[in-house]
């Protein structure tokens, strides 16, 4: 078969994996070498669906000894199956990025034969790429639950980023959908890795040349939509991964209907939560950048998003003994809640008042956007002259906006999704 | 009231300011060669590159290293009159010092840190938008940019490729990225055409298309999110968006908002005629 088909197989059986960030690396470059990495990466395209393509991001083999349901490579769906040898894959990654299509490669793979084995063939392209090819440039690769631990080490130590998905945000969800893999199974690993890297941190302080092992950290992703559990649940579980397993990421891939299992949402007119996927990556980056914690977006009486609106602005209307924030005198973490203001904004804020008081008018020459966050802000003690309002016309006001972001076609998403649209 | 006519250089521009500092008159207007007369009286300058070095450190030494690179940045911009608000920082350094860089809702202030923001957004953009190809071993590219990233672009790819000997067209302000194995130039070239692709290059270029094509997942087909993310005017240089052909065909007429400048690098580096590493 040639290396084009390969290619189209190979590349279309991935494309569900939601990851394909280059970030947490900083590398310049070597003589002698070839590639760079940078801390906040780099997209070189994006393609029809408006995601990032940042890396080559293609399967070993999609030949694969399991049969879990929600998955296209599962043993029992009839496809056209093909692998790669370690050498096709290798000059296929390096030739694209000469022509900086990529900015690495991001390997995953069915499981052919057994986990070991293909570890064992993940590990070969790494090393051809790494010590033949001289290859400096970022590489993610997945490690494969069931491995032995030391193969799982070997391949950490050749790529920057390790990732493990979880694939369903519950155990009985996993024993429903995924009978051959186990909660135990996809945690091991995870935790192998954070335990790896925490120690090649350590040992890289004392020697400069001790290796390095996952320098980017790990990441992982799960399946919203194929199973029933509340949006608070997955949220929590995301802030309990960042937590305990020190992960970089947690991506989030809307169910898309890929088979009939009886236990799966029919394929005929399934359309993926998109909407509330989106709902869950602005509540993770609340988690990750904004100080806030899964309790304080969700809680026991709120256990899914208000679909009509973004959760910072669900929050800030839930808390209204927090407003108005004096932008004057609040610190850093106090304005970042404010919807509407950003880490930029705060950032700018912080250092432009020291100047001078900011007025409303030096906000707008700031770059900060009024829209939401005139509601919820005074400058000098003073509120925006002329605004008049109530909770229910923000409420209304806010979710205009939402509506007017989201267009047409994220608004009609909001029919499918099961929380209470106002 | 003074109107400068210069080279466009960073160093001539330099000189301008020490002209109107020294001379305590208010610069009215920044010309280049090619913009038309005016009625006014023009003061033509020579890029004095000894008296543009001495006012250049003395950015650093008497105001901040990072308002030295500020300004030096801030002249790569598109900013329209970006001359007159450089000048207005750097008199107002002078003065009050360093506190000018962190007053970001100084109208002026504001104006360039814009202007800077949408630069640094562009120069991103590129680093991954670039598209090269391999035409008989070296590595050839073009883009149009609206800021004058170039210079910006060298070092990444310079450090990025330092075993590839490598070609950057900057259609715009008509200057070429020329590195070979690590050495780095930036070059002002009035004509630039990509020459025709071997069949390997042909063969990858098809292998990327098809790649681009077979990853977008249908039932999320997005093209507002895809505009958002990677604007239009990015594409008509992208292999993944053109056919062979339309990577090779002749130049189309440069659009409208392309400024050419003369020649001219001009980070402190390029000042004075050194080669990057």
Not at chain 1, 29 to 44: D, E, L, M, R
Not at chain 1, 218 to 227: L, N
Not at chain 2, 9 to 20: E, I, N, P, R, S
Request: aromatic share 10%.
């Amino acid at each position: 078969m040639e290396v084009m088909d390969k290619l189209t197989i190979l590349a279309d059986a991935a494309k569900y994996d939601a990851a394909c960030t280059s970030s947490g690396v900083v590398r310049g470059g070597k003589p002698g070498a070839i590639g760079t990495a940078t801390n906040s990466g780099c997209c070189h395209t994006f393609s029809a669906d408006g995601r990032c393509v940042s890396l080559l991001k293609v399967l070993y083999t999609n030949y694969c000894c399991y049969d879990c349901a929600y998955c296209v490579n599962r043993r029992s769906n009839d496809v056209p199956r093909t692998a790669f040898t370690p050498r096709e894959l290798a000059e296929l990654t390096i030739q694209f990025y000469r022509r900086n299509y990529i900015e690495g490669l991001f390997l995953s793979s069915a499981v052919l034969k057994s986990p070991d084995y293909t570890t064992e063939r993940m590990i070969e392209v790494l090393r051809l790429l790494r010590t033949e090819y001289h290859f400096n440039g970022y590489i993610h690769a997945k490690a494969i639950p069931g491995a032995d631990p030391g193969l799982t080490y070997a391949l950490g130590l050749l790529a920057d980023r390790l990732s493990v998905n979880i694939e369903l945000p519950s155990e009985s969800s996993l024993q429903l959908l995924a009978p051959d893999k186990t909660k135990t199974a996809i945690f091991k690993p995870m935790a192998q890795i954070r335990d790896g890297a925490a120690q090649s941190k350590a040992e890289l302080k004392l020697y400069r040349h001790a290796p390095r092992f996952a320098p980017a950290g790990q990441s992982t992703q799960m399946i919203v939509g194929a199973t029933p559990e509340s949006d608070r649940h997955i949220l929590t579980l995301t802030e309990g991964l960042y937590r305990k397993y020190r992960l970089k990421r947690v991506f989030y891939s809307a169910y898309m209907p890929v088979s009939n299992h009886k236990s799966l949402p029919a394929p005929a007119g399934f359309k993926p939560p998109l909407l509330r996927e989106h709902r869950l990556y602005q509540a993770d980056w609340l988690l990750r950048f904004y100080g806030f914690t899964a309790q304080e977006i969700l809680d026991e009486d709120h256990p899914n998003f208000d679909a009509a609106l973004d959760p910072k602005s669900d929050w800030a209307l839930r808390h209204p003994e927090f407003f108005p924030v004096e932008v004057n005198r609040a610190d850093y973490e106090a304005i970042l809640r404010v919807p509407g203001i950003g880490m930029r904004g705060a950032q700018r804020i912080i250092t432009a008042r020291r100047c001078g008081p900011l007025s409303f008018e030096g906000l707008k020459r700031l770059g900060i956007v009024m829209k939401r966050a005139q509601y919820f802000i005074t400058c000098s003690g003073r509120m925006l002259p002329g605004l008049r309002f109530s909770s229910d016309s923000v409420y209304r006001r806010l979710t205009g906006l939402e509506q007017v972001a989201l267009g047409e076609e994220g608004w009609r998403q909001l029919s499918l999704f099961d929380g209470n649209v106002g | 009231m003074n109107v400068y006519r210069y080279d466009g250089t960073f160093a001539g521009f330099l000189t301008c300011v020490w002209d109107a500092l020294e001379s305590r008159a208010e610069p009215t207007a920044f010309l280049l060669p090619a913009d038309s007369p005016t009625l006014w009286e023009e003061r033509a300058m020579e890029a004095d590159r000894a008296r543009a070095r001495r006012l250049y450190t003395a950015l650093a030494r008497r105001v901040s290293p990072a308002f030295q690179v500020l300004i030096a940045r801030g002249f790569l911009t598109c900013l329209p009159e970006k001359e007159l608000a450089l000048f207005t920082l750097i008199r107002r350094g002078f003065q009050e010092g360093d506190r000018v860089r962190l007053d970001l809702s100084d109208p002026v202030m504001a104006r360039v840190n814009l202007a800077l923001t949408k630069m640094w957004t562009e120069w991103d953009h590129l680093k991954g938008f670039i598209r090269f190809s391999d035409l008989d071993g070296v590595l050839v590219g073009e883009i149009e940019p609206k800021n004058r990233v170039l210079p910006l672009l060298a070092s990444h790819f310079a450090a990025r490729y330092p075993c590839e000997r490598l070609v950057l067209y900057d259609r715009t302000h008509r200057e070429a990225f020329v590195s070979d194995r690590g050495q780095w130039k930036l070059l002002p070239a009035e004509d630039f055409r990509m020459g025709p692709a071997g069949t390997q290059e042909r063969a990858f270029r098809a292998m990327w298309r098809k790649y681009y094509k077979t990853i977008a997942i249908e039932g999320r087909l997005n093209p507002k999110c895809q505009s958002t993310h990677l604007p239009k005017r990015y594409r008509h240089v992208m292999t993944e968006f053109l056919t062979d052909e339309q990577l090779e065909q002749e130049l189309p007429e440069q659009s409208a908002q392309a400024r050419p400048l003369e020649g001219a690098p001009s980070s402190l580096k390029q000042l004075d005629g050194d080669v990057g590493r």
